[in-house]
């Protein structure tokens, strides 16, 4: 006997068919969750134990699936002339009705990531010429000025900075 009270159906409506009654019974500027859940306990009487455990869960899920809106605390029908609420991020480019569709097996198969391994059957590549771009590898000698502006490819100047300049020595005679 005990079995049959436990899977008896209840006789309450679905719980977002009685939260929207709920919404509508107290007015335009919505309604918060304790008005929600008082509004039902007060019409339908035997609510179940975890009645608020149940109206969270559905109030969450209709407003994930825009059935109601939730503004201020407060929840509501939403406006039927409001624009439609828009995702985060970036909106996708609209697709070209023209474009030939292209199939992903006249592609052919994905690439895998990464640089693909050499081919062993290759032949060795020959040696290449170098090229020289007018400068010296290495050290550059210590050279005249005269002689910088002679090298090809030069500016008339040697590179870096210029060696520091000695002064001259006089001879200091001293008379007596």
Known sequence: MATEELNKPSSLPPYP???????????DTGANKSAISNYIESTYGDVPAGHTTLLTHH???MKDSGEIVFFKNNYMKPDPNAPPKRGRGRPPKPKDPNAPEVTTAALGPPRPRGRPPKDPNAPPKPPSEKVSSGRPRGRPKKIARSEA???PGSTGRPRGRPPKVKPQMTEVSVEQ
């Open 17 to 27: 068919e009685m939260i929207m009654k709920a919404i509508e019974a107290v007015g």
């Open 59 to 61: 109030l969450n899920q």
């Open 149 to 151: 502006a002679s090298t």
